[in-house]
């Protein structure tokens, strides 16, 4: 099931986050071909090439339900930086209930700006917005103490811990869950509850 329209995109102080188009392939290739980023992710295959990026983008636009994510790309001044993304999932070893699951990257370059915290508030505000989920979900591999905390500054709490395969790395490695519940984002959220909030009979079922 898609969540985002295939416009959608947004705005936030620094940033557009907008639909992925064909010639992202290339500065995503460009920014992903390394391990700094690759080794936190579950899925993506190492060594990355030129081709694994044209997939991955192509998969996105024809909406395919091998891959079955919505991604926008994060632009700083109409530059490509990273990406995140979502996807709608049942209740498995890394989220306690049904509801959309978000992941996320962003080139080296770029880090440490607040970019991703920024990145993260605005999608997790519009997913909000747009659906009646009551819980987001996202989670990182333990050692990665810079995504946990990126998670943790917009609302997300520890929900558990579990043991995931890293496709990049060839093994099992501990993972902490997240969530998000509406409730929190809304008390405390850095994106704020208003607009969150409204629209409440357009909201997508899930
Ligand atoms: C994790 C990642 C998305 C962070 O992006 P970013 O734009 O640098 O994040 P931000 O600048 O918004 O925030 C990073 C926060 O983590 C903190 N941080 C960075 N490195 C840290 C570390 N080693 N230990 C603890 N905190 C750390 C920063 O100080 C900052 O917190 P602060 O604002 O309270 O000071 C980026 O490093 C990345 O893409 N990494 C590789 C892929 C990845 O891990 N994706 C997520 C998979 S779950």
Same mark, same amino acid.
């Given at each position: ?25 290339? +500065? ?16 993506? +295959?190492? +060594? ?119 496709? +990049? ?38």
């Amino acid at each position: 099931m898609k969540l985002l329209d295939d416009s959608c995109t947004l705005s936030t102080k620094r940033l557009l986050l907008r639909p992925l188009r064909p010639d992202d392939a290339a +500065p995503l290739f460009a920014l992903f071909n390394n391990w700094n980023v690759v080794r936190f992710l579950s899925s993506p +295959p190492w +060594p990355y090439t030129a081709n694994d990026a044209e997939w991955f983008v192509s998969q996105v636009i024809a909406c395919s339900p091998e891959l079955n994510e919505d991604v926008l790309a994060i632009t700083k001044d109409g530059r490509f930086i990273g990406m995140i993304g979502v996807r709608l999932r049942k209740a498995n070893a890394l989220q306690r209930g049904p509801g959309p699951n978000i992941g996320y990257w962003i080139g080296e370059p770029f880090w440490g700006h607040g970019y991703m915290s920024e990145t993260l508030g605005a999608f997790a505000q519009h997913l909000f917005k747009i659906t009646d989920a009551e819980t987001l979900y996202s989670g990182a591999f333990t050692e990665n103490a810079a995504s946990l905390r990126v998670q943790e500054k917009v609302g997300f709490v520890r929900d558990g811990e579990t043991m995931l395969f890293s496709k +990049p790395r060839g093994g099992d490695f501990p993972h902490v869950n997240t969530a998000l519940p509406r409730t929190g984002f809304q008390a405390g959220g850095m994106a704020g509850g208003a607009s969150a909030a409204a629209n409440l009979r357009s909201r997508r079922k899930i």
